[in-house]
């Protein structure tokens, strides 16, 4: 089974970006869909945003035009660019893989945004 381990995570401050990298231990085209998710402090988890195999990319409202979804397919990897970061997009950030066989979750990246 393909593996994802998230990292890119820190500390920021409002206003600041990050990159959170998805690393996937075999091709990420073993996923029909690749998605971020997030979940903050006392909040349920919260899907951000997705990429599917044929490249189409979807975002939750609250961070279109800041956050991008992309994929480095000789690396295995999908991206979350994180922009003009505010405080309420703390969470632990998770990446989720899905195809017929399932879904494959990875362990996490802390994002904290000081205001």
């Known amino acids: 089974q393909v593996r994802l381990v998230e990292s890119g995570g820190g500390l920021v401050q409002a206003g600041g970006s990050l990159r959170l990298s998805c690393a996937a231990s075999?091709?990420?085209?073993?996923?029909?869909?690749m998605r971020w998710y997030r979940q903050g402090p006392g909040k349920q988890r919260e899907w951000v945003a997705s990429?599917?195999?044929?490249?189409?990319?979807n975002y939750v409202d609250s961070v279109k035009g800041r956050f991008t979804i992309s994929r480095d397919s000789t690396e295995n990897t999908v991206y979350l660019q994180m922009n003009s970061l505010k405080p309420e997009d703390t969470a632990v950030y998770h990446c989720?893989?899905?195809?017929?066989?399932?879904?494959?979750w990875g362990q996490g990246t802390q994002v904290t945004v000081s205001s």
């Open positions: 989720n893989g899905a195809s017929s066989r399932g879904a494959v």
């Open positions: 990429i599917s195999s044929g490249g189409s990319t």
């Open positions: 075999g091709s990420i085209f073993s996923f029909t869909i």
